[in-house]
């Protein structure tokens, strides 16, 4: 049987740290070398960003995610359109060694609103 994006973000999402606006706020701002990553597509973030973000997207993470986050104990809140893609990175950071990773599972216009 085939799994869908759904199932896949379902299964992983016991094991990893989901947050919502809120909680992410409070982590981002009592962690000043706190990073966010935006794992939508570049042209996504393109649009509308963050202004505290960095994009990488979900494909290219595992590439790149090193040179903006050299250590494992950083901490790092992930974020996409509505957290799924969100999760999904969330738990590959987890997988490839980061020890602090939280995903924000909201949508972006949300996350925008409170990180500006």
Known sequence: MLKT????IREVQP?????D?????KIY???????????RETHNADEAKLSASVNISRG???MKVHQVCPQASTVILTH???????SLAAHTLQQIGYENVYAITAPFEEIKKTFG
Do not use: F, Q, T
């Open 29 to 39: 701002d009592e962690n000043p070398d706190a990073v966010i990553v935006d794992v």
């Open 21 to 25: 606006v809120a909680a992410a706020k």
């Open 15 to 19: 094991h990893i740290e989901c947050v």
């Open 60 to 62: 290219l993470l595992e």
């Open 5 to 8: 994006a759904d199932d896949m």
């Open 80 to 86: 996409c359109g509505g957290g799924g893609r969100a």
